[in-house]
């Protein structure tokens, strides 16, 4: 018999990816990795539902919305519907995305306000059509817009937004 045991060098492969599998499951255990986050009623907290709604800054959000209904509307939409509110996900005939929804009939309350203004700033890398705003607009003016469109939204969008909306109760109550 050989140094390489009863199953040679192809049986060791199989033994060391499940010493490696099974290591890995005990690490995700110990750290909590893989766990989903507790929701809020486990917490403690009441779900965002149930917490009064969020305040805007209404100057923010008056000098917003000319800026938005200026430099965004042509492509989002008056009030936010989006460019093909009937079917916002279909390409048009170039392939492209239209310019999504801004109101709460989309996912932009996902988005946290930083993203949404990145998104504004930077433009976007999935849409060439949607360009980068920071050589236009001050930082001041692309948060403005972002309170504009959070006008747009429900409470229970403006409660839920961010990694809010990933919470089982966010929604409870709505």
């Known amino acids: 018999m050989s140094g390489k045991g009863r199953h040679g060098k192809a049986g060791m492969i199989p033994l ?36 009064p709604p969020i305040r805007l800054d209404d100057a923010r959000v008056a000098r917003g919305k000319v800026i938005y209904e200026a430099r965004c509307a042509g492509c989002h939409g008056r009030d936010g519907v989006g460019e093909n509110p009937a079917n916002p996900v279909a390409p048009d005939e170039q392939g492209r995305f239209p310019a999504p929804p801004l109101d709460g009939s989309a996912h932009a309350w996902h988005h946290t306000d930083e993203d949404l203004a990145n998104f504004i700033a930077d433009g976007s890398p999935r849409n ?47």
């Open 16 to 51: 060391a990816l499940g010493v490696v599998v099974v290591l890995g499951a005990v690490l995700m255990l110990v750290t909590g990795c893989g766990k989903a986050a507790p929701a809020a009623s486990e917490r403690g907290t009441p779900p965002a539902a149930e917490q």
């Open 128 to 174: 060439p059509r949607m360009k980068a705003w920071k050589t236009d607009l001050t930082r001041e003016q692309i948060r403005d817009v972002v309170e504009y469109i959070k006008s747009l939204w429900g409470p229970a969008e403006l409660n839920c937004q961010g990694p809010r909306h990933m919470d089982p109760d966010c929604f409870r109550g709505h």
